[in-house]
Structure formats: structure tokens, C-alpha cells
């Protein structure tokens, strides 16, 4: 006899910026029914030009509102730069950071509501009603891991010593070329999960990690007290963002170098451990054989390139078939 397995269709995903974001245009596809709770990475907010910045939870916005830059992941589409030209020559920086016209909108909302003593969660729900409809309505709720400032800084030395500096630096102006020595999400530990966090993971048919940066996304989000344990007590699967022994774009070998743990799928899976995980897929290119798979997870095969939103689909598919397979 067949064993029947119940469908999902209530699904949280921890979610970073471009591979997040891409990966849940997919899952959508896939499970156009289901109820998806997206837990946005807050750890690489950072202050800029006086206004607080959330790059993550604007590109899982931005992407799913339709208003994201395709080609560069990130910030607004058909997009301008007179603001930050301007600020250039009051001498206001920093130029490597990339906020344009209309994105300053978004970040004059933000700190608007933050100033009136909103917290994050309750801005963030703001802003999307404009991008993914009316709360109430909404088949995709974004919701930032926590309500309280957690940062992620980077240990490095360079001419001017050992130093921490915030991530934004160490991955956009610095572009990871000098090593970390240390990543560290500060204020993790007395952080506290934003409100509906940790029911929505309770309450979830299962857990499904995109193709995230392991240790600066999902791995920030993981490093909130409460959420790692309520999410290892469900049904969690894996996409793996490393395929061929590289990330697929961007530097997360450097953030992985960091933390001791190779640049390899099955290395990724191991480091979230078994406890975690109990699905993990790997591309194609990185079929693994019987006895190089990571005990207590079940590895699957599959291609894993987003190509496109068809092609993401096929994965979020495959990823919610292993999910029903193994609850
Ligand atoms: P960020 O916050 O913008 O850096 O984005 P995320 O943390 O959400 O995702 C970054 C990760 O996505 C990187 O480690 C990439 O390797 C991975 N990634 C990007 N495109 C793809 C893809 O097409 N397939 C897979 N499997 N991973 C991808
Ligand atoms: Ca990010």
C-alpha cells in the first residue's frame, strides 16, 4: 500500500537576500496555495546617511513585489541616484553603499514609523502592505527575525590593525578580500524572536531553507535564542547555495572559511547538523555517493540553479516532495 503524506501548505522559510528572495518567487510558484512565512534576516541592517537600512528584507520585498533591480538582486528597478549624488557633495557618505532615489523612499518610511516608536516587525508589515497586498490578505507574510538590533561584524586585520567591522563593510566596500577571522552577530544572544515568529514555526507543516548565505543569513537568524530548537522540532529541508564546491554568487565560501566549515554542500549540511535537518538537496554536479551522505539527513539530488522562475519552482517542488516524504 501507498503511504499517503498530507500535503504543506503551511511553510516557514528563513530567508536572506538574493537567494532567499529568488527561492521564494519559486516556492510561490510551486505551492500557490500554501500559507509561507518568511523569517527575514536582520543581521546585516545597518545606519546609513541617518536612515536604518534593511537590505535583506527589502530585497525579499523588492523581489516579490516586482519592484526589484533583476539584474543586480538588489535595491529598486528603473532606479536613480540624484539623492546619494547630492549627499557625495556635502562630502556625506559612505559612497559604496548603493541607495537610490526611490529606495530612500522606502527608508524615509521605515525610519518615519521607527522614530514614532514602531517596532521593526510592525514597519516591515507596513511597508509590504504596498508590495504584497493587505495584511490580512496576504499568502506570503514577511516578518524580520527579531524586533531587537542584531548586527553582524566582521574580525579583520589590516593596515590599520585588528578591527571588527560591521558586515555591509567587510562584504560591500571590502568585497571579502581581506579575511575574517571571527563573524559574530552582536546582540544575538539577547535577542529576542519578533512577534509571530515562533508561532509560525509551531505552527508549520514544515521548515524549507533556501539557498541562503549559511552562516550570515540563515545562520543569524538560527543564532536568535528560541528559534534554531522550535524549528528543529518540525520537518526541515534544505537547498544547498553551495553546488560544485562554490557559492553560486557571492562570497559565502568566505563566510563558511570563517567559521571552520568547508566549501562543500555535504559540508554545509554537516554544519547544520542532523538535529536540524532532515532533508538537504545537493545539484546534480555534487550527486553524492551512499556512504559520503551526512548521517540522519537524507540527501537528494536534483539541479539546483535558479535559473529562471520555472526552474526555482522545480526546486521548491522537489524540496516540499522530500519535506512530505519525511514528516
Ligand atoms: P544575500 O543576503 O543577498 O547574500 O542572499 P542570501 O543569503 O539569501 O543568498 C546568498 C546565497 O545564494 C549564496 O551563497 C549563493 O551561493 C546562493 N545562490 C545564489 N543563486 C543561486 C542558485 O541559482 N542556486 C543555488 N543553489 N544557490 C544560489
Ligand atoms: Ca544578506
Not at 543564532?223 to 553560486?248: E, N, W
Request: hydrophobic share 45%; aromatic share 4%; charged share 20%.
Amino acid at each position: 500500500m501507498r503511504k499517503e503524506t498530507s500535503p504543506i501548505t503551511k511553510i516557514v522559510v528563513p530567508a536572506g537576500g538574493i537567494g532567499g528572495a529568488r527561492f521564494l518567487r519559486g516556492l510561490q510558484r510551486a505551492a500557490p496555495d500554501a500559507d509561507i512565512t518568511v523569517i527575514g534576516n536582520t543581521g546585516d541592517d545597518i545606519s546609513l546617511f541617518g536612515l536604518r537600512v534593511c537590505p535583506d528584507l527589502d530585497t525579499v520585498m523588492y523581489t516579490l513585489g516586482g519592484g526589484i533591480n533583476e539584474q543586480q538582486g538588489w535595491g529598486r528597478d528603473d532606479e536613480t541616484f540624484s539623492v546619494k549624488e547630492e549627499l557625495a557633495r556635502y562630502g556625506v557618505g559612505p559612497g559604496w553603499f548603493g541607495l537610490g532615489d526611490r529606495d530612500f523612499a522606502t527608508h524615509i518610511v521605515r525610519n518615519q514609523m521607527l522614530d514614532a516608536g514602531y517596532p521593526l516587525s510592525a514597519v516591515t508589515e507596513a511597508l509590504c502592505e504596498r508590495w504584497l497586498g493587505p495584511a490580512d490578505d496576504q499568502r506570503l507574510r514577511l516578518i524580520p527575525m527579531s524586533d531587537d538590533r542584531v548586527e553582524t561584524h566582521v574580525v579583520i586585520t589590516d593596515a590599520q590593525g585588528r578591527r571588527a567591522v560591521h558586515f555591509q563593510e567587510w562584504w560591500v566596500r571590502l568585497r571579502a578580500s581581506v579575511p575574517a577571522e571571527s563573524i559574530v552577530a552582536v546582540g544575538a544572544e539577547d535577542a529576542k524572536p519578533a512577534p509571530g515568529v515562533l508561532d509560525a514555526i509551531a505552527d508549520a507543516d514544515a521548515v524549507i531553507l533556501p539557498p541562503s548565505n549559511p552562516v550570515v543569513s540563515v545562520g543569524t537568524i538560527l543564532s536568535v535564542p528560541g528559534i534554531r530548537p522550535a524549528m528543529a522540532a518540525k520537518t526541515v529541508v534544505g537547498v544547498s547555495p553551495i553546488i560544485g564546491g562554490a557559492p553560486v554568487r557571492g562570497m559565502a565560501d568566505a563566510c563558511l572559511t570563517a567559521i571552520g566549515v568547508e566549501t562543500s554542500a555535504l559540508a554545509v549540511a554537516a554544519h547544520y547538523g542532523p538535529e536540524l535537518l532532515d532533508g538537504w538537496l545537493v545539484d546534480t554536479a555534487d550527486a553524492p555517493d551512499a556512504d559520503a551522505a551526512v548521517a540522519g539527513i537524507t540527501v537528494r539530488a536534483r539541479p539546483l540553479l535558479m535559473t529562471d522562475v520555472d526552474a526555482t519552482a522545480d526546486i521548491a517542488r522537489a524540496a516540499l516532495e522530500l519535506a512530505a516524504e519525511l514528516r
